[in-house]
């Protein structure tokens, strides 16, 4: 069964921080890029940060660049994002996604059009 799923969400208090996991099962292919994307309530969903095989290109969103932290470990098909200094306005449901393209240009690389796999996600909620 082909799969991305997510853990470590959670309720933190603003200044916080959180460690999220996606672990990829069942592909028949590797996912070239990854990336973790937010829906907050009553928004559209966006790119958060991106990450290219072998760790050699990351690409993060201005509102979480200084604070968040995206790797993988290829041999535990794990992706994880690292999240510091928490912010009320970080509160929404984060997805991990995955894409079999090799290379994507700057703008590609936060797109949800980019990617063709997906998790169900898991809720991070920032408390003030």
């Known amino acids: 069964q082909v799969q991305l799923v997510e853990s470590g ?6 200044g916080g921080s959180l460690r999220l996991s996606c672990v990829a099962s069942g592909f028949p292919y590797k996912m070239h890029y990854m990336a973790w994307f937010r829906q907050a309530p009553g928004k559209e969903r966006e790119g958060v ?30 992706l994880y994002l690292q999240m510091n200094s928490l912010k009320p306005e970080d509160t ?37």
């Open 9 to 14: 969400g959670g309720s933190v208090q603003a």
């Open 49 to 78: 940060a991106a990450i290219s095989d072998s760790s050699t290109i990351t690409a993060y969103a201005d509102s979480v660049k200084g604070r968040f932290t995206i790797s993988r470990d290829d041999a535990k098909n794990t």
């Open 92 to 128: 929404a449901m984060y997805y991990c996604a995955g894409g079999p393209q090799f290379s994507l240009t700057a703008i590609q690389r936060l797109r949800d059009i980019s990617y063709n796999q997906w998790g169900q996600g898991t809720q991070v909620t920032v408390s003030s």
